[in-house]
């Protein structure tokens, strides 16, 4: 099975930008893997943030954005709020099965 | 508003059986797949499986860790996706998510809680 790396933890000032990445053991990732990124803060579900690479859902603030950078998919935070505080997943999918990398606890501080 | 609720989790034996339920409103059940995940103690996310709408087939994907142990199914009738977990191990500790597939994994449920211990 692949495997789908991401930085363990990631600090950002707040008002500042930070880049999340998200890469395969497989290779490159590219739009076939669909990327999805999700927030989720402690004791709630997690929550969609970006699918599709760079799509955002009705309730993704505009801060965040998805994109392929250097062979990974990317979450970029621009201006980071308190609230944004949170462990973030990325998630690829491979003909049929999904695999989650280990997630990103972004500290805003 | 879309609305999921998975119920069913609890404390269960080694090797026993355990059924979980995903009851969902605010939209129409039937035209989506449904796909359930689960998140161990204080670690990462993972994917358990899957289940196509009947326009798609109804068929199910799983990942490798629970294939041949846990069943995907769904009552279109009643709105609720079903996780049968057969042979539970204790690995298989965990909060249980259900989630709702479109053209997007997009409203996930608040989960259910899975031991599994002697």
């Known amino acids: 099975q692949a495997v789908v790396t991401q930085e363990p933890s990631l600090t950002v000032s707040p008002g500042g930008t930070v880049t999340l990445t998200c890469g395969s053991s497989t290779g490159a990732v590219t739009s076939g893997h669909y990327p999805y990124w999700f927030q989720q803060k402690p004791g709630q579900a997690p929550r969609t943030l970006i699918y599709?690479?760079?799509n955002k859902h009705s309730w993704t603030p505009a801060r965040f954005s998805g994109s392929l950078l250097g062979g990974k998919a990317a979450l970029t935070l621009s201006g980071a709020q308190p609230e944004d505080e949170a462990e973030y997943y990325c998630?690829?999918?491979?003909?049929?099965?999904?695999?989650f990398g280990g997630g990103t606890k972004l500290t805003v501080l | 508003e879309v609305q999921l609720v998975e119920s069913g989790g609890g404390l269960v034996q080694p090797g026993r059986s355990l059924r979980l339920s995903c009851t969902a409103s605010?939209?129409?059940?039937?035209?989506?797949?449904m796909s359930w995940f689960r998140q161990a103690p204080g670690k990462g996310l993972e994917w358990v499986g899957f289940i196509r709408s009947k326009a798609y087939g109804g068929t199910t994907e799983y990942a490798a860790s629970v294939k041949g142990r846990f069943t995907i199914s769904r009552d279109d009738s009643k709105s609720i996706a079903y996780l049968q977990m057969n042979s539970l191990k204790t690995e298989d500790t965990a909060v249980y998510y259900c989630?709702?597939?479109?053209?997007?994994?997009?409203?996930w449920g608040q989960g259910t809680l899975v031991t599994v211990s002697s």
């Open positions: 998630l690829l999918s491979y003909s049929g099965a999904v695999v």
């Open positions: 989630t709702r597939y479109g053209d997007f994994y997009d409203y």
């Open positions: 605010g939209f129409t059940f039937g035209d989506y797949a």
């Open positions: 599709d690479t760079s």
